[in-house]
C-alpha cells in the first residue's frame, strides 16, 4: 500500500542573524491512508513548522529541503494551481488557536461559505450544508453560530468551527496542531472525541500534533517524537509508552506525574529543551542524557529500523536489553 | 446599532454647539470692548456703531447674545462684515465652492496616492516597496508651505506645466488651475495615508488567520481582497478620514500660497484686516466640516469593525 503522505528529510531553515538557521533539521514520517499518527515533541522541537509545510503555509522567508509527496505526488514542487487544488481538496488543517485562525470580522456562515463557494456551493444550498456541518461537530444551536462572530463565540466552539470547516472538502488528510492546547480540559476532550470519531467514520489519515505523549496514544494509532528538529523515535503508540526505544522518550514518560503512585518528588529531564539550530554536532539528546558516551558527540545517528520502529540513537539496542530505558536515570538538577 | 449612530451623531452636535460656543466667546477674550474689535482699526460712526451693537445684541446677556447669533447661523445669517461692507454670507458664499473643489481633489489625491501606494508597498517588500518608502519618508516631512512653493517653482515656473495663480473658471479650467495646490495640499497627508496603509497590510498579512485562508486553498487574490485588504481598511479609513479633515486647516497656507480666492485665503485676509465676524464664520464653517468628516469615520468604523459594533451595543 502507497503511503498516502511521505515525509523525507525535511529540513526547515529561517534566516537568523547573518546564517539560515534550522527549525527542523532532519524529519522523516509516512501515514498510510486512514491512519492516525501522532508527532510528539517539546515546544519548538519543529512539530508545527512541519504540518505547516506539508501544506506549505510556511512564511515567505523559511528555505525548505527534503521531500514529501502527499499519494505520490512531490508536495513541494507543485504549482500555484495544483497547490491550491491540493489544499482545497485533498489536506486539510486545524490550529492550536481557534481564536485567532478566523478572521475576526466575518461571521462563522462567511467562513464555511468562502470555503463552499471554491467548490462551487453557494447561496442557501450553503447555509444548509454549514448547518448540517456545524451539527456533525455536535453544535446544537447552529443558526445562532453561522450568524455569529469569532469574537463572539469561545474556544471550543470555534475549534468545532475550523473542524467543521476542515471536513467540508472532504479531505484524505487531516494536520491538526495542538488542537486542544488552548482550550479547558472538558472542552478539549469533546473536542478530541470529534475528531477521533469524524477520522474513523472517513478514514482520514490524521498528523496529529501535541506534546503529550499520552494524548498522542490515545488518539493515534503510531506515535513519532521529534527533538530539536529531528525525528529520533516512531513506534506504534502503545509500544512507545511500553518500552520506549529513545532514552528523550524514557525521560519524557517517567518525568509525568502519575495519579496512581505518590511521589515526594517529579523526576525531570535534566537540562532545557533546545531549537534545531542550537543542537551540538552529534546527537542533538546527548547533553541531556544519562546515557551518552563520548562517541554519541561524534556524528548524528542514523535513523534506523529497530523492534518494528525507528530510533536515532546508538545505544538503543544496548539500553534496551539492559533495561535501562524503563527506569531512565536522571540527575537530579 | 440604530442606537449608537443617533448616540454619534448627537455627540457630533454636542461638539458643534460647544465649539460655536467658543468660537464665539473668542470674540470677548480680545483685548477692549467687543465693539472696538467689531470695528477693528477703522473710524465708525455712532450710527454703524449702533447698527453692529443691535446685529450682535451686544447689550443683552452673554448667552443670548450667543443664541441670536448660533439662530443666525442656522438660517444662512453669519452676520456682517464692516470691512468689506457686506454680509459675511456674501463673501463665503462665491468662495466655499473652490474650496471645497480644491479639499475634495486633495482629498482624492491624498486616499488614492496613499492608499494605492501604500497597499503596494505593504505586498510586495522589496524594490518597490524600498522606492515607496524613500519617498514617503521624504514627502512626509514637507510642509505644505514648502511643498507649494517648490511646486510653483518646480511646474508652474520652470516647466510651465501649470498656472501660477488663481482659482479658474469653469469646471475643467478650475481642476487644472488647483491640480498643483491639490498636489501640495496632499502630498504629506498622501504619504503618512501610504505609510499607514503599507503597516495595515503588513500586519494583516502576518496574521494567523492568513494562514487559515490560504491553507483552505483559496487564490492569493482572494486571500488578499478577503482577508487582508478588508481588514486593513479598518485603520485605513479612521486615518484617511482625519488626513482629510487635516486638509481643512492647510487650505489656509495653500489658497493664500497659489492666490486663490477660497475660503483658506479669505481667512487669512481677515484675519489680518480684523474682519471679526468673518474669521468668527469661517471658523466655524471649517470646524463643522471636521466634525462632519469625523463623524463619518466614526459611522463607518462601525460598519467596518463588527467587534466595535459588540462593544458599543454592550456599553
Known amino acids: 500500500m502507497t503511503d498516502l503522505l511521505r515525509i523525507e528529510g525535511l529540513r526547515i531553515q529561517f534566516p537568523g542573524g ?7 533539521s532532519e524529519v522523516s514520517l ?5 491512519e492516525a499518527v501522532g508527532l510528539v515533541g517539546e515546544s519548538g522541537s519543529g512539530k508545527s513548522m512541519t504540518a505547516r509545510a506539508v501544506i506549505r503555509v510556511l512564511p515567505p522567508t523559511a528555505r525548505v529541503s527534503g521531500e514529501i509527496t502527499f499519494d505520490g505526488a512531490p508536495v513541494l514542487s507543485m504549482a500555484s494551481k495544483q497547490l491550491r487544488a491540493f489544499r482545497q481538496k485533498d489536506v486539510a488543517m486545524i490550529f492550536q488557536d481557534p481564536s485567532v485562525h478566523l478572521n475576526p470580522i466575518r461571521t462563522i456562515l462567511d467562513f464555511l461559505a468562502e470555503g463552499m463557494r471554491l467548490r462551487g456551493v453557494t447561496g442557501d444550498a450553503a447555509r444548509s450544508r454549514a448547518k448540517s456541518l456545524l451539527s456533525q461537530v455536535l453544535i446544537d444551536d447552529p443558526d445562532r453560530v453561522l450568524d455569529s462572530y469569532p469574537h463572539q463565540l469561545s474556544g471550543g466552539m470555534l475549534q468545532r468551527v475550523m473542524i467543521a470547516s476542515a471536513i467540508d472538502g472532504e479531505p484524505r488528510l487531516l494536520l491538526a496542531d495542538e488542537p486542544t492546547t488552548a482550550l479547558d480540559v472538558t472542552t478539549q476532550a469533546e473536542v478530541l472525541a470529534i475528531i477521533d470519531r469524524l477520522r474513523r467514520e472517513r478514514g482520514v489519515g490524521l498528523l496529529f500534533i ?6 498522542a496514544a490515545a488518539i493515534c494509532d503510531r506515535t513519532v517524537v521529534m527533538y530539536a528538529g529531528r525525528t529520533v523515535e516512531e513506534q506504534g503508540s502503545m509500544a512507545v509508552h511500553r518500552a520506549p526505544l529513545h532514552p528523550y522518550t524514557a525521560g519524557l514518560l517517567v518525568s509525568r506525574p502519575h495519579v496512581s503512585q505518590k511521589q515526594a518528588r517529579l523526576q525531570v529531564l535534566p537540562g532545557r529543551p533546545i531549537a534545531a539550530y542550537e543542537a551540538p554536532g552529534g546527537c542533538s539528546f546527548a547533553p541531556r542524557c544519562a546515557h551518552a558516551q563520548p562517541a554519541c558527540e561524534a556524528e548524528v545517528p542514523a535513523f534506523r529500523a529497530l523492534a518494528g520502529g525507528h530510533v536515532a540513537c546508538r545505544r538503543a539496542e544496548e539500553l534496551r536489553t539492559a533495561g535501562l530505558l524503563k527506569e531512565v536515570t536522571h540527575a537530579e538538577s | 446599532m440604530a442606537r449608537t449612530i443617533i448616540f454619534r451623531i448627537l455627540g457630533a452636535l454636542v461638539t458643534l454647539a460647544v465649539t460655536s460656543f467658543v468660537v464665539y466667546g473668542a470674540l470677548f477674550l480680545a483685548p477692549g470692548s467687543p465693539i472696538n474689535f467689531l470695528i477693528g482699526p477703522h473710524s465708525a460712526n455712532p450710527a454703524t456703531i449702533a447698527r453692529l451693537e443691535t446685529q450682535y445684541h451686544l447689550n443683552d446677556p452673554f448667552f443670548q447674545q450667543w443664541w ?11 452676520g456682517y462684515s464692516i470691512v468689506a461692507r457686506s454680509s459675511v454670507s456674501s463673501l463665503i458664499g462665491p468662495r466655499i465652492g473652490t474650496t471645497v473643489l480644491l479639499i475634495a481633489y486633495a482629498g482624492i489625491l491624498t486616499i488614492g496616492f496613499g492608499v494605492v501606494g501604500g497597499i503596494f508597498s505593504g505586498l510586495r517588500p522589496g524594490k518597490i516597496d524600498g522606492s515607496v518608502t524613500v519617498l514617503t519618508s521624504i514627502g512626509l516631512g514637507v510642509p505644505q508651505f514648502v511643498s ?3 511646486f510653483i517653482t518646480v511646474f508652474a515656473v520652470n516647466l510651465k506645466w501649470f498656472p501660477t495663480f488663481g482659482g479658474g473658471s469653469g469646471f475643467a479650467d478650475q481642476i487644472y488651475h488647483l491640480t498643483l495646490p491639490a498636489l501640495a495640499l496632499a502630498l504629506s497627508g498622501a504619504c503618512y495615508v501610504s505609510r499607514l496603509t503599507r503597516a495595515a497590510v503588513r500586519d494583516e498579512t502576518g496574521r494567523e488567520h ?3 485562508a490560504r491553507a483552505r486553498g483559496l487564490s492569493s487574490s482572494a486571500v488578499v481582497r478577503r482577508h487582508v485588504l478588508r481588514n486593513a481598511a479598518i485603520p485605513v479609513v479612521t486615518v484617511s478620514g482625519l488626513t482629510v479633515a487635516g486638509l481643512i486647516a492647510g487650505t489656509v497656507v495653500v489658497e493664500s500660497a497659489f492666490g486663490i480666492n477660497g475660503i483658506g485665503a479669505l481667512l487669512v485676509q481677515s484675519v489680518q484686516q480684523s474682519d471679526f465676524p468673518t474669521v468668527q464664520a469661517i471658523t466655524l464653517v471649517m470646524v463643522a466640516a471636521f466634525i462632519l468628516v469625523n463623524t463619518i469615520v466614526d459611522l463607518a468604523y462601525l460598519a467596518l469593525d463588527p467587534r466595535i459594533r459588540a462593544r458599543s451595543a454592550a456599553g
Open chain 2, 68 to 78: 441670536t447669533w448660533v439662530t443666525g447661523v442656522l438660517h444662512g445669517d453669519f
Open chain 2, 210 to 212: 492568513v494562514v487559515t
Open chain 1, 30 to 34: 509516512a501515514i498510510a491512508p486512514g
Open chain 1, 18 to 24: 547573518s546564517q539560515m538557521r534550522d527549525v527542523v
Open chain 2, 148 to 150: 507649494a512653493v517648490v
Open chain 1, 210 to 215: 501535541t506534546h503529550d505523549l499520552e494524548l
